[in-house]
């Protein structure tokens, strides 16, 4: 069986049954989504143990899980710096160039796939529940239609290399492709799904860019990583697609950025959701 045939396999009952969740919303799909940034962050923990950086065991799912439960935990600010002093003071026995390393790769490891992910779930529950599913899914649809129209038009007529010290397969071509299933993701949420979205064209063409292009520097910033560690995917939890990392590396900073963007529209009045 080929690669390709392997993650149509496993992609699209998954995105079935994960669309059918974040339809769910409510704590269904807050846990589901706490364990997949719970999951990422064991993968970053790995990757960075894979190029030697040594990040702490336990402190980046402390501070992950920390993150994802933000807007639920009373007290949130004091339990955060608590956790951040004990961390600091654990890091005083170990030799500076130690330190340096598990403080670095700890902070990234806890912080930034937590981060990501919770801005994807501010996302779902940022108007009403049909209005939040909307915003959702006009989201993921611009990040799957930017993968799916990027691999393919890199793959007909990529010639230009992006980064190809870090990942050479992607091209300006691809990139520009990308861009177009963007597109075709948001009008497809906009004009084929029997639900108000809200954002018209206009409100919607400055996300598709953003969109466009945080995406694949997610895309990128996880190959940087695995590049360093010298692996190919961040894990072999999910056949064809590699690990939670890798599936979800471009959503990782494209939900800030949605996020930002919706909540800039909304506090200026430009937005009715």
């Not at 402190?59 to 899980?65: A, E, N, R």
Request: proline share 6%; aromatic share 14%; glycine share 10%.
């Amino acid at each position: 069986m080929s690669e390709l045939a392997k993650r149509i396999l496993v992609s699209v009952p998954a995105a079935a049954l994960f669309l059918y969740i974040t339809w769910v919303g409510g704590w269904y799909f807050k846990l589901l989504m706490i364990a997949i940034g719970l999951l990422v962050v064991k993968e970053s923990i790995g990757l960075f143990r894979a190029s030697r950086q040594a990040p702490n065991p336990y402190f980046p799912y402390s501070l992950g899980l920390w993150i994802l439960l933000l807007p639920e935990l009373p007290h949130a600010f004091q339990i955060g710096l608590a956790l951040l002093l004990i961390f600091i003071l654990l890091q005083l026995a170990k030799p500076i160039d130690e330190n340096i390393r598990t403080l670095g790769s700890s902070l990234f490891a806890g912080l930034y796939g937590p981060v990501g992910i919770l801005t994807f779930i501010n996302i779902r529950f940022l108007s009403s529940p049909e209005q939040g599913f909307m915003l959702t899914l006009a989201l993921l649809l611009m990040v799957w239609g930017n993968d799916i129209f990027a691999y393919f038009g890199g793959k007909a007529f990529g010639k230009h290399r992006m980064a190809p010290s870090i990942s050479p397969k992607k091209t300006w071509e691809g990139f520009g492709a990308g861009i177009l299933g963007a597109l075709a993701g948001f009008a497809i949420c906009s004009y084929m799904i029997p639900l108000p979205l809200h954002l018209t064209l206009s409100q919607g063409l400055p996300a598709v860019v953003l969109v466009s292009i945080f995406g694949p520097v997610g895309d990128l910033t996880a190959s940087k990583l695995k590049r360093a560690g010298h692996v190919k995917d961040t894990s072999s939890a999910l056949p064809g697609h590699g690990g939670f990392f890798d599936r979800f590396d471009a959503l990782i900073l494209s939900a800030p950025v949605f996020y930002l963007y919706l909540y800039g529209l909304k506090v200026f009045g430009y937005a009715s959701f």
